[in-house]
């Protein structure tokens, strides 16, 4: 089966050609796409991207939600596999996803571990071992049959936060969803900036808004609110 990677992307310059590199050598010229869809950088995310080999194109619509819809129309993969743009994919990812889908599996996600030592990183890494919702995330990357995503209409647009999140939950639902037990490599930026505390307290007011039906929009108001 196909491969696109789609990669949502706003102001990551820092980051996004080293994934490109990564996807390219790691996918062994075995990928329909590498799609990175911009939701209006002001940094050099647009050419760093395109000088390290993406194809890169302009979201009409902010949110990552909108913008991982919109690259799903634009490549033509049978599985879609979202990255994000602070993550580093596992070496083994064509493989990984193309046997899970074989098995059966018409989604799935890596665990993963932090870029850092720190011994409360490792130990919120341990946790993507389990299964429940609250252990899985975006940055854990998300592949899917691209006619399952179809059948779900794709993202929810409202979820202007924990679309990653809804989305699982969805699939769950209605298909299966597989745990691969390899890591990814996840950016430890948000807790450098903030503290691990305060992103634990952040992380579960907002499930706890989303567990309650909250609007997106006042989750992420309350998360950003708490975070530097």
Not at 133 to 149: A, E, K, P, V
Request: net charge positive; charged share 20%; glycine share 8%.
């Amino acid at each position: 089966m196909t491969l696109s990677v789609i990669i949502p992307a706003l102001n990551e310059a820092d980051n996004i050609g080293q994934l490109v590199r990564d996807l390219q050598t790691c996918g062994h010229n075995q990928l329909a796409d590498i799609l990175v869809v911009d939701g209006g950088s002001t940094d050099n995310t647009v050419e760093q991207a395109r000088q390290a080999g993406a194809r890169v194109v302009l979201s009409p619509q902010t949110g990552r939600a909108n913008q991982m819809n919109y690259g799903a129309e634009l490549t033509s993969g049978e599985i879609l596999y979202f990255v994000h743009a602070d993550v580093r994919v596992h070496p083994d990812f064509v493989q990984d996803i193309r046997q899970s889908v074989a098995q059966g599996n018409d989604a799935g996600c890596y665990r993963f571990r932090f870029a850092s030592s720190h011994p409360l990183l490792r130990l919120n890494s341990y946790g993507t071992r389990f299964s429940g919702l609250m252990s899985r995330g975006g940055d854990q990357t998300l592949f899917i049959t691209r006619t399952l995503f179809n059948r779900l209409a794709g993202f929810r647009e409202r979820y202007v936060i924990m679309e990653d999140f809804d989305m699982i939950a969805r699939i769950r639902a209605v298909a299966r969803f597989c745990i691969i037990p390899k890591d990814v490599i996840v950016s430890a930026r948000k807790y450098k900036a903030n503290s691990w505390l305060r992103v634990q307290l952040a992380n579960l007011t907002a499930f706890g808004l989303f567990f309650m039906n909250v609007s997106p929009v006042r989750i992420a108001q309350t998360y950003r609110r708490m975070l530097k």
